[in-house]
Protein backbone atom coordinates (compact mmCIF):
# COMPACT_ATOMS: atom_id res chain seq x y z
CA UNK A 1 0.00 0.00 0.00
CA UNK A 2 0.82 3.43 -0.56
CA UNK A 3 2.03 5.77 2.43
CA UNK A 4 -0.90 6.68 5.04
CA UNK A 5 -2.25 9.81 3.32
CA UNK A 6 -2.83 13.02 5.46
CA UNK A 7 -3.80 15.04 2.62
CA UNK A 8 -4.39 14.72 -1.44
CA UNK A 9 -1.59 16.68 -2.70
CA UNK A 10 -3.15 18.72 -5.96
CA UNK A 11 -0.11 19.22 -8.76
CA UNK A 12 -1.42 21.47 -11.71
CA UNK A 13 0.92 20.95 -15.12
CA UNK A 14 0.39 24.76 -16.28
CA UNK A 15 1.47 24.68 -20.15
CA UNK A 16 3.59 21.61 -20.74
CA UNK A 17 5.17 21.02 -24.51
CA UNK A 18 2.12 18.78 -25.74
CA UNK A 19 -0.52 21.06 -26.73
CA UNK A 20 0.01 24.28 -29.27
CA UNK A 21 -1.14 27.82 -28.99
CA UNK A 22 -3.90 27.04 -32.22
CA UNK A 23 -5.43 24.43 -29.82
CA UNK A 24 -6.67 26.58 -26.96
CA UNK A 25 -6.33 30.49 -26.57
CA UNK A 26 -5.84 30.41 -23.01
CA UNK A 27 -3.08 28.46 -23.02
CA UNK A 28 -0.51 30.39 -21.35
CA UNK A 29 2.61 31.27 -23.16
CA UNK A 30 3.96 34.17 -22.30
CA UNK A 31 5.81 34.56 -18.80
CA UNK A 32 3.34 37.13 -17.72
CA UNK A 33 0.84 34.51 -18.20
CA UNK A 34 2.59 31.27 -17.10
CA UNK A 35 3.16 33.21 -14.08
CA UNK A 36 -0.07 34.26 -13.47
CA UNK A 37 -1.98 31.14 -14.14
CA UNK A 38 0.68 29.66 -12.05
CA UNK A 39 -0.02 32.05 -9.09
CA UNK A 40 -3.74 31.39 -9.69
CA UNK A 41 -3.73 28.05 -9.97
CA UNK A 42 -1.49 28.14 -6.49
CA UNK A 43 -4.39 30.33 -5.00
CA UNK A 44 -7.33 27.72 -6.19
CA UNK A 45 -5.59 24.86 -4.34
CA UNK A 46 -2.39 23.28 -6.60
CA UNK A 47 -0.04 22.72 -3.49
CA UNK A 48 2.55 21.57 -6.49
CA UNK A 49 3.04 23.68 -9.77
CA UNK A 50 4.70 21.85 -12.64
CA UNK A 51 6.06 24.27 -15.17
CA UNK A 52 7.70 24.06 -18.56
CA UNK A 53 8.73 26.87 -20.89
CA UNK A 54 7.38 28.77 -24.20
CA UNK A 55 8.99 31.24 -26.72
CA UNK A 56 6.83 33.73 -26.04
CA UNK A 57 6.83 35.42 -29.89
CA UNK A 58 5.16 31.54 -31.30
CA UNK A 59 4.53 29.51 -28.19
CA UNK A 60 6.70 26.78 -28.73
CA UNK A 61 8.35 24.93 -26.50
CA UNK A 62 11.49 26.33 -25.03
CA UNK A 63 14.67 24.58 -22.74
CA UNK A 64 15.95 28.79 -22.46
CA UNK A 65 17.35 28.85 -18.60
CA UNK A 66 16.07 32.47 -19.07
CA UNK A 67 12.71 32.26 -20.31
CA UNK A 68 12.28 30.11 -17.21
CA UNK A 69 13.92 32.75 -15.02
CA UNK A 70 11.37 35.06 -16.15
CA UNK A 71 8.42 33.62 -14.48
CA UNK A 72 9.85 31.82 -11.68
CA UNK A 73 10.80 34.74 -9.03
CA UNK A 74 7.70 35.77 -9.71
CA UNK A 75 5.89 32.45 -8.86
CA UNK A 76 8.01 32.17 -6.02
CA UNK A 77 7.24 36.22 -4.46
CA UNK A 78 3.15 35.62 -4.73
CA UNK A 79 2.86 31.96 -3.43
CA UNK A 80 3.70 29.31 -1.26
CA UNK A 81 3.33 26.64 -3.78
CA UNK A 82 6.24 24.15 -4.83
CA UNK A 83 7.49 24.47 -7.78
CA UNK A 84 8.31 21.32 -10.08
CA UNK A 85 10.31 21.89 -13.23
CA UNK A 86 10.83 19.74 -16.47
CA UNK A 87 13.61 17.45 -16.92
CA UNK A 88 11.31 15.99 -20.17
CA UNK A 89 11.34 19.13 -21.93
CA UNK A 90 10.06 19.01 -25.18
CA UNK A 91 9.90 17.33 -28.86
CA UNK A 92 13.72 16.64 -29.90
CA UNK A 93 15.51 18.49 -27.07
CA UNK A 94 18.91 17.26 -25.60
CA UNK A 95 19.20 16.14 -22.55
CA UNK A 96 21.54 18.83 -21.87
CA UNK A 97 19.16 21.18 -23.12
CA UNK A 98 16.27 19.36 -20.69
CA UNK A 99 18.73 19.71 -17.77
CA UNK A 100 19.48 23.36 -18.42
CA UNK A 101 16.83 25.12 -16.60
CA UNK A 102 16.34 22.62 -13.66
CA UNK A 103 20.62 23.39 -12.88
CA UNK A 104 20.60 26.74 -12.70
CA UNK A 105 17.57 26.87 -10.56
CA UNK A 106 17.98 24.15 -8.28
CA UNK A 107 14.12 23.79 -7.44
CA UNK A 108 12.40 21.61 -4.61
CA UNK A 109 11.44 19.03 -7.39
CA UNK A 110 12.05 18.40 -11.26
CA UNK A 111 9.80 15.59 -13.16
CA UNK A 112 11.83 12.68 -14.19
CA UNK A 113 10.68 10.05 -16.83
CA UNK A 114 11.19 6.87 -15.91
CA UNK A 115 11.90 5.69 -19.32
CA UNK A 116 12.71 5.99 -23.19
CA UNK A 117 9.11 5.49 -24.99
CA UNK A 118 7.02 6.55 -28.34
CA UNK A 119 5.41 9.73 -27.13
CA UNK A 120 2.78 9.56 -30.07
CA UNK A 121 0.64 13.19 -31.14
CA UNK A 122 0.30 13.43 -34.62
CA UNK A 123 -3.60 12.06 -33.95
CA UNK A 124 -4.20 15.77 -33.06
CA UNK A 125 -3.79 16.55 -37.05
CA UNK A 126 -7.02 14.60 -37.71
CA UNK A 127 -8.95 16.75 -36.08
CA UNK A 128 -6.94 20.23 -37.09
CA UNK A 129 -7.70 21.80 -40.13
CA UNK A 130 -5.21 25.16 -39.87
CA UNK A 131 -2.69 26.50 -37.38
CA UNK A 132 -1.50 29.98 -36.24
CA UNK A 133 2.17 28.77 -36.43
CA UNK A 134 3.66 26.29 -38.97
CA UNK A 135 6.18 24.94 -36.15
CA UNK A 136 2.89 23.52 -34.62
CA UNK A 137 2.15 21.08 -37.36
CA UNK A 138 5.54 20.04 -38.06
CA UNK A 139 5.76 19.25 -33.93
CA UNK A 140 3.05 17.31 -34.51
CA UNK A 141 3.70 15.18 -37.20
CA UNK A 142 6.99 15.08 -36.00
CA UNK A 143 5.88 12.66 -33.41
CA UNK A 144 5.30 9.69 -35.70
CA UNK A 145 8.71 8.54 -35.78
CA UNK A 146 10.00 10.16 -32.67
CA UNK A 147 11.37 8.36 -29.87
CA UNK A 148 11.55 10.06 -25.78
CA UNK A 149 15.26 8.85 -25.00
CA UNK A 150 15.68 8.29 -20.91
CA UNK A 151 17.97 5.47 -21.08
CA UNK A 152 19.04 4.35 -17.71
CA UNK A 153 22.28 5.93 -18.09
CA UNK A 154 20.61 9.69 -18.93
CA UNK A 155 18.57 8.81 -15.52
CA UNK A 156 21.31 8.02 -13.49
CA UNK A 157 23.31 11.41 -14.42
CA UNK A 158 19.64 13.01 -13.44
CA UNK A 159 19.73 11.18 -10.03
CA UNK A 160 23.14 12.14 -9.44
CA UNK A 161 23.69 15.97 -11.02
CA UNK A 162 19.78 16.88 -9.66
CA UNK A 163 19.33 14.83 -6.82
CA UNK A 164 22.74 15.11 -5.12
CA UNK A 165 24.35 17.71 -6.86
CA UNK A 166 21.09 19.84 -5.54
CA UNK A 167 19.13 18.18 -3.03
CA UNK A 168 16.20 18.08 -5.86
CA UNK A 169 13.39 15.27 -5.60
CA UNK A 170 11.74 14.05 -7.92
CA UNK A 171 7.99 13.78 -9.94
CA UNK A 172 8.66 9.96 -11.18
CA UNK A 173 6.49 9.61 -14.37
CA UNK A 174 5.74 6.27 -15.15
CA UNK A 175 3.71 5.90 -18.38
CA UNK A 176 3.72 2.50 -18.24
CA UNK A 177 4.45 -0.64 -16.09
CA UNK A 178 8.12 -1.38 -16.99
CA UNK A 179 8.48 2.51 -15.76
CA UNK A 180 7.45 1.20 -12.39
CA UNK A 181 10.29 -1.39 -12.28
CA UNK A 182 13.08 0.89 -13.77
CA UNK A 183 12.16 3.06 -10.87
CA UNK A 184 12.33 -0.21 -8.53
CA UNK A 185 15.74 -0.87 -9.74
CA UNK A 186 17.16 2.25 -8.94
CA UNK A 187 15.35 2.18 -5.58
CA UNK A 188 17.59 -1.31 -5.23
CA UNK A 189 20.55 0.65 -6.10
CA UNK A 190 20.22 3.26 -3.44
CA UNK A 191 20.30 5.98 -6.31
CA UNK A 192 16.55 6.88 -5.38
CA UNK A 193 15.12 7.59 -1.80
CA UNK A 194 11.71 7.60 -0.43
CA UNK A 195 9.17 8.56 0.02
CA UNK A 196 8.78 8.05 -4.02
CA UNK A 197 6.60 10.43 -6.00
CA UNK A 198 5.22 8.11 -8.60
CA UNK A 199 3.22 10.13 -10.94
CA UNK A 200 1.23 7.00 -13.04
CA UNK A 201 0.14 8.63 -16.24
CA UNK A 202 -2.59 7.45 -18.44
CA UNK A 203 -3.90 7.96 -22.36
CA UNK A 204 -0.51 9.15 -23.91
CA UNK A 205 -0.41 6.96 -27.15
CA UNK A 206 2.73 5.12 -26.69
CA UNK A 207 2.04 4.66 -23.05
CA UNK A 208 -0.48 2.36 -21.16
CA UNK A 209 -4.40 3.63 -22.52
CA UNK A 210 -6.86 5.23 -20.33
CA UNK A 211 -8.63 2.57 -18.82
CA UNK A 212 -9.81 1.56 -15.18
CA UNK A 213 -8.45 -1.86 -15.07
CA UNK A 214 -4.83 -0.09 -15.64
CA UNK A 215 -5.47 2.40 -12.99
CA UNK A 216 -6.12 -0.38 -10.90
CA UNK A 217 -3.27 -2.50 -12.20
CA UNK A 218 -1.02 -0.10 -12.26
CA UNK A 219 -1.71 0.77 -8.35
CA UNK A 220 -1.38 -2.97 -7.53
CA UNK A 221 2.02 -3.42 -9.08
CA UNK A 222 3.17 -0.07 -7.40
CA UNK A 223 2.30 -0.80 -4.08
CA UNK A 224 4.23 -4.62 -4.64
CA UNK A 225 7.31 -2.66 -5.45
CA UNK A 226 7.05 0.03 -3.46
CA UNK A 227 5.25 -1.03 -0.29
CA UNK A 228 4.65 2.02 2.25
CA UNK A 229 7.65 3.90 0.61
CA UNK A 230 6.02 6.09 -1.80
CA UNK A 231 3.23 8.53 -2.49
CA UNK A 232 0.66 7.49 -5.34
CA UNK A 233 -0.23 10.20 -8.20
CA UNK A 234 -2.39 10.05 -10.83
CA UNK A 235 -3.09 11.91 -14.44
CA UNK A 236 -4.74 11.60 -17.40
CA UNK A 237 -4.84 12.87 -21.00
CA UNK A 238 -7.36 14.80 -22.44
CA UNK A 239 -10.99 13.95 -21.93
CA UNK A 240 -10.33 11.33 -19.02
CA UNK A 241 -8.98 13.84 -17.34
CA UNK A 242 -11.55 14.42 -14.47
CA UNK A 243 -12.52 10.78 -14.02
CA UNK A 244 -9.34 9.25 -13.64
CA UNK A 245 -8.02 11.79 -11.14
CA UNK A 246 -11.53 11.15 -9.22
CA UNK A 247 -10.92 7.68 -9.36
CA UNK A 248 -7.35 7.66 -8.08
CA UNK A 249 -7.97 10.01 -4.89
CA UNK A 250 -11.02 7.78 -4.10
CA UNK A 251 -8.14 4.82 -4.20
CA UNK A 252 -5.88 7.21 -1.72
CA UNK A 253 -4.15 8.98 -4.17
CA UNK A 254 -2.86 12.25 -4.95
CA UNK A 255 -4.08 13.96 -8.36
CA UNK A 256 -2.52 16.32 -11.33
CA UNK A 257 -4.69 18.29 -13.75
CA UNK A 258 -3.95 21.47 -15.96
CA UNK A 259 -3.47 22.73 -19.34
CA UNK A 260 -0.29 20.16 -20.04
CA UNK A 261 -2.51 17.00 -19.50
CA UNK A 262 -5.95 18.65 -20.91
CA UNK A 263 -7.79 22.16 -22.22
CA UNK A 264 -10.91 21.18 -21.54
CA UNK A 265 -13.58 21.81 -18.73
CA UNK A 266 -16.06 19.56 -19.41
CA UNK A 267 -16.90 18.10 -22.16
CA UNK A 268 -16.89 20.38 -25.41
CA UNK A 269 -15.78 22.81 -23.44
CA UNK A 270 -12.12 24.53 -23.13
CA UNK A 271 -10.65 25.53 -19.29
CA UNK A 272 -10.06 28.97 -19.55
CA UNK A 273 -7.40 28.72 -16.71
CA UNK A 274 -5.57 26.52 -14.98
CA UNK A 275 -6.90 27.38 -11.91
CA UNK A 276 -10.46 26.33 -13.46
CA UNK A 277 -9.38 22.82 -13.48
CA UNK A 278 -7.82 23.17 -10.03
CA UNK A 279 -10.75 24.69 -8.23
CA UNK A 280 -12.66 22.14 -10.22
CA UNK A 281 -10.94 19.24 -8.77
CA UNK A 282 -10.55 20.66 -5.17
CA UNK A 283 -14.19 20.77 -5.51
CA UNK A 284 -14.61 17.17 -6.11
CA UNK A 285 -12.13 16.28 -3.49
CA UNK A 286 -13.75 18.36 -0.64
CA UNK A 287 -17.21 17.02 -1.49
CA UNK A 288 -15.76 13.63 -1.44
CA UNK A 289 -14.81 14.59 2.39
CA UNK A 290 -11.25 14.45 1.59
CA UNK A 291 -8.74 17.51 2.16
CA UNK A 292 -6.49 19.01 0.16
CA UNK A 293 -2.51 19.19 1.27
CA UNK A 294 -1.40 23.18 1.84
CA UNK A 295 2.16 23.64 0.44
CA UNK A 296 3.59 22.98 3.45
CA UNK A 297 1.77 19.69 3.86
CA UNK A 298 3.06 18.58 0.67
CA UNK A 299 6.44 19.32 1.57
CA UNK A 300 6.16 17.49 4.63
CA UNK A 301 4.94 14.42 2.86
CA UNK A 302 7.44 13.98 0.30
CA UNK A 303 10.51 15.33 2.07
CA UNK A 304 11.25 18.77 -0.12
CA UNK A 305 14.01 20.90 0.77
CA UNK A 306 12.74 24.06 1.08
CA UNK A 307 11.71 26.72 -0.82
CA UNK A 308 14.58 28.43 0.48
CA UNK A 309 17.08 26.18 -0.45
CA UNK A 310 16.12 27.43 -4.44
CA UNK A 311 17.98 29.54 -6.75
CA UNK A 312 15.10 31.98 -8.14
Not at 107 to 116: D, F, I, Q, V
Not at 289 to 299: G, I, K
Amino acid sequence: MPAPREKVIITCAVTGSIHTPTMSPHLPLTADEIAEQSIAAAEAGASILHLHARDPEDGRPTPDPDAFMAFLPRIKQASDAVVNITTGGGHGMSLEERLAAPLKASPEMTSLNMGSMNFGLFPILDKMDSFQHEWERQHLENSRDFIFRNTFKDIEYILKELGEGHGVRFEYECYDVGHLYNLAHFLERGLVKPPLFVQTIFGILGGIGADEENLMHMKRIADKLFGDDYQWSILAAGRHQMSFVTMGAMLGGNIRVGLEDSLYIAKGELAKSNAEQVAKVKRIVEDLSMDVATPAEAREMLALKGGDMVNF
